[in-house]
């Protein structure tokens, strides 16, 4: 079910990203996680890393094995399938209690408090990216009725560590103590990356669901980690 | 078979080679923000840079104490080090006694150096890498497995060495998707390091605005990505930087100058000069082979002599 090679051509962009990367445009999110998978599995010379986000897919390569021209050649080559299987399931506990900005978003949305939970807690996401810093997952898209909501004008110093927030069409977490400038609507008390353990559960295509809790489950959760439902 | 570290300076931190292979969980490639100078601080005292942990110091540097006889090295900025009160010479295996105490001083010209010490600093890894995560405390104790080292000098200057000691340093760079709207507010004009610039990244200020588009989603970035902000400053992606970004690109610094991005000081001035990807390509090229000719020169040779520890005292 490889398709040819003409359309692959068609379908993508490609720009350099600097002398050691080439970045390509995707038509569509799964066609850009298609497009990370396939090259996970080939082997190339001179290829480094892949990286996700969005429609994007980064390419790192070694430029004394290979070059811009050689990497974008072998890309639109490559036989790519749709995604065979969704990514794993998480359901992440988020205690919605302790999100300092939920009445402020549910009102900039023109809704109760319990319609924001209501809808942030019953749509399963994709995680599109990961990054900006350790970890963090770029979760989407939110349903209509949450999206658009803008960054706070002064971001936080500092967020606690399992903040879940909300910006643009993106749900995301916070998985350490750092400045934050999304509107955090809850907090999970699981950890969800540690770069001293070198845990991260979470990969590009895997689903998320949150899952509202109390304030007593939080406690009783606090500090365990995250693991994919069976 | 230590040093102790008697007083951090700005920001020590010790780096390897780099954690290559987790940009896709978010973590940066982070290890030398000048990479040729760690490269020759450990091979003048015969590490491989494969295995060389030294220390990245930054404009004002830590004094540390020795607990064992060490050979150690520093190459990079212009720092003034001093071995129990005497002066040292740069980009130089030196050696130091049980109970030294070595005060690395301020950078004269660019910004870090890197404390070598023959057999390398030990560093638990992490994510296969054993660049920390966090700078030097006071009372720290850096273990390091003792190695003999002959004295010896590098003469030849380190290739960036001229551009950042130079009034306006030039900073070559592949235009990016946003250069045609800002081309002639950044190429005709001289740009000035923040002081807010750390190794995440490098801040430029000039007086500019532009009309740019914000909220654009996420890609993935890497070392050298040239952002604009909104609020008309450049911020360049440095080694700890995000691996992903939403600013508009307008360019990329070329790998044969990611050196230089690790020497920029507050208030020195910036040029930018826009290059092809040959051009680009050839100078990485140039550098790869300038490096790959110092570890040939210097590895092989760096215990060869019987005299060590010999005091010149």
């Given at each position: 079910m490889g398709e040819p090679s003409a359309r692959n051509d068609t379908a993508m962009q490609f720009e350099p990203l600097g002398d050691q990367a080439v970045l390509v445009t995707c038509p569509h999110e799964e066609f850009a996680q298609s497009l990370a998978s396939a090259l996970s599995s080939v082997h190339c010379e001179g290829l480094r890393e892949v990286v996700v986000a969005y429609k994007c897919v980064a390419i790192y390569y070694d430029l004394e094995r290979t070059d811009y021209a050689s990497v974008c050649r072998l890309v639109q080559n490559l036989a790519l399938r749709p995604c065979s299987a969704p990514g794993r399931l998480f359901r992440i506990p988020c205690c919605y209690e302790l999100g300092p900005d939920l009445a402020a978003i549910a009102e900039m949305c023109r809704c109760s408090v319990a319609e924001v939970i209501a809808e942030h807690s019953s749509t399963i996401y994709t995680v599109y990216a990961l990054g900006f810093v350790p970890g963090f997952p770029y979760l989407g898209y939110l349903p209509p009725r949450l999206a658009g909501i803008p960054r706070l004008a002064q971001p936080r110093r500092q967020v606690e560590p399992g903040s879940v927030g909300i910006a643009?069409?993106?749900?995301?977490?916070?998985?350490?103590?750092?400045?934050?400038?999304?509107?955090?609507?809850?907090?999970?008390?699981?950890?969800?990356?540690?770069?001293?353990?070198?845990?991260?559960?979470?990969?590009?295509?895997?689903?998320?669901?949150?899952?509202?809790?109390?304030?007593?489950?939080?406690?009783?959760?606090?500090?365990?980690?995250?693991?994919?439902?069976? | 078979m230590a040093f102790i570290v008697e007083r951090p300076g700005t920001y020590d931190l010790l780096v390897d080679a780099g954690r290559l292979g987790w940009r896709h969980v978010g973590v940066p490639v982070s290890g030398p923000a000048d990479h040729t100078a760690w490269l020759l601080a450990n091979a003048l005292v015969g590490n491989h840079p494969e295995n060389g942990v030294a220390l990245e110091i930054t404009w004002s540097g830590p004094v540390l104490r020795a607990?064992?006889?060490?050979?150690?090295?520093?190459?990079?900025?212009?720092?003034?080090?001093?071995?129990?009160?005497?002066?040292?010479?740069?980009?130089?295996?030196?050696?130091?006694?049980?109970?030294?105490?070595i005060e690395i001083g301020t950078s004269r010209k660019g910004l870090r150096a890197y404390?070598?010490?023959?057999?390398?600093?030990?560093?638990?890894?992490?994510?296969?890498?054993?660049?920390?995560?966090?700078?030097?405390?006071?009372?720290?104790?850096?273990?390091?497995?003792?190695?003999?080292?002959?004295?010896?000098?590098?003469?030849?200057?380190?290739?960036?060495?001229?551009?950042?000691?130079?009034?306006?340093?030039?900073?070559?760079?592949?235009?990016?998707?946003?250069?045609?709207?800002?081309?002639?507010?950044?190429?005709?004009?001289?740009?000035?390091?923040?002081?807010?610039?750390?190794?995440?990244?490098?801040?430029?200020?000039?007086?500019?605005?532009?009309?740019?588009?914000?909220?654009?989603?996420?890609?993935?970035?890497?070392?050298?990505?040239?952002?604009?902000?909104?609020?008309?400053?450049?911020?360049?992606?440095?080694?700890?930087?995000?691996?992903?970004?939403?600013?508009?690109?307008?360019?990329?610094?070329?790998?044969?100058?990611?050196?230089?991005?690790?020497?920029?000081?507050?208030?020195?001035?910036?040029?930018?000069?826009?290059?092809?990807?040959?051009?680009?390509?050839?100078?990485?090229?140039?550098?790869?082979?300038?490096?790959?000719?110092?570890?040939?020169?210097?590895?092989?040779?760096?215990?060869?002599?019987?005299?060590?520890?010999?005091?010149?005292?």
């Open positions: 643009g069409r993106q749900t995301g977490i916070y998985p350490a103590a750092v400045p934050g400038g999304w509107r955090i609507l809850g907090r999970t008390p699981l950890i969800i990356a540690d770069l001293a353990t070198e845990f991260f559960p979470l990969r590009i295509g895997d689903r998320v669901q949150f899952v509202p809790i109390d304030r007593q489950e939080f406690d009783r959760l606090l500090g365990q980690r995250l693991t994919p439902c069976a | 607990t064992a006889d060490h050979a150690c090295a520093l190459v990079g900025a212009e720092f003034s080090p001093r071995v129990a009160g005497r002066n040292v010479p740069g980009a130089s295996v030196w050696h130091v006694r049980a109970g030294d105490v404390l070598a010490v023959a057999g390398g600093f030990e560093y638990a890894p992490l994510l296969g890498s054993r660049s920390a995560l966090q700078p030097l405390r006071k009372g720290e104790v850096l273990l390091c497995k003792p190695q003999i080292a002959r004295r010896r000098r590098w003469l030849e200057p380190l290739p960036h060495a001229a551009n950042f000691t130079a009034a306006t340093a030039v900073l070559r760079f592949l235009p990016g998707p946003f250069w045609p709207q800002v081309s002639e507010q950044v190429a005709g004009r001289t740009w000035t390091v923040s002081a807010e610039s750390n190794r995440m990244g490098l801040r430029l200020m000039a007086d500019v605005a532009w009309e740019l588009p914000h909220d654009l989603p996420s890609v993935p970035v890497g070392i050298g990505t040239i952002q604009a902000t909104a609020s008309g400053q450049l911020l360049i992606l440095g080694v700890d930087g995000p691996t992903i970004g939403g600013y508009p690109r307008i360019g990329y610094v070329i790998e044969a100058d990611w050196d230089l991005l690790g020497q920029l000081r507050p208030q020195q001035s910036v040029r930018f000069v826009a290059v092809c990807l040959e051009k680009a390509y050839q100078a990485a090229r140039a550098l790869h082979a300038w490096r790959h000719q110092v570890i040939l020169r210097l590895l092989c040779t760096a215990q060869s002599s019987p005299n060590l520890f010999r005091s010149t005292g």
